[in-house]
Nanobody
Framework: QVQLVESGGGLVQAGGSLRLSCAASGLWFSVNTVAWYRQAPGKQRTVVAHITSAGTTNYADSVKGRFTISRDNAKNTVYLQMSSLKPEDTAVYYC?????????WGQGVQVTVSS
């Protein structure tokens, strides 16, 4: 059974930073493409960034230059370092594979950026 657990969210002022973590059990991140997704109130869930098994990364235009996705294979954990946060980054953040699987969705973590 796959379980993905996100952590590290919180309330931060605009311009601040946060690091999100996603720890997996039952799934090896090192052989999968893994993404961070986010869902703002009233909006669809969208991909923020992903990292392939080869370590290639890709970012949504809205976060390029501000967010960095990385992976620690030994810990089977994927991270999202978020800097220069903006109020529009406020959302619940989730990790999942690409393509995402419904059974993999965790609780997500709330990120709130105040202006």
């Amino acid at each position: 059974q796959v379980q993905l657990v996100e952590s590290g969210g919180g309330l931060v002022q605009a311009g601040g930073s946060l690091r999100l973590s996603c720890a997996a059990s039952g799934l090896w991140f090192s052989v999968n493409t893994v993404a961070w997704y986010r869902q703002a109130p009233g909006k669809q869930r969208t991909v923020v960034a992903h990292i392939t098994s080869a370590g290639t990364t890709n970012y949504a235009d809205s976060v390029k230059g501000r967010f960095t996705i990385s992976r620690d294979n030994a810990k089977n954990t994927v991270y999202l370092q978020m800097s220069s946060l903006k109020p529009e980054d406020t959302a619940v953040y989730y990790c999942n594979t690409v393509p995402n699987l419904a059974t993999y969705w965790g609780q997500g973590v709330q990120v709130t950026v105040s202006s």
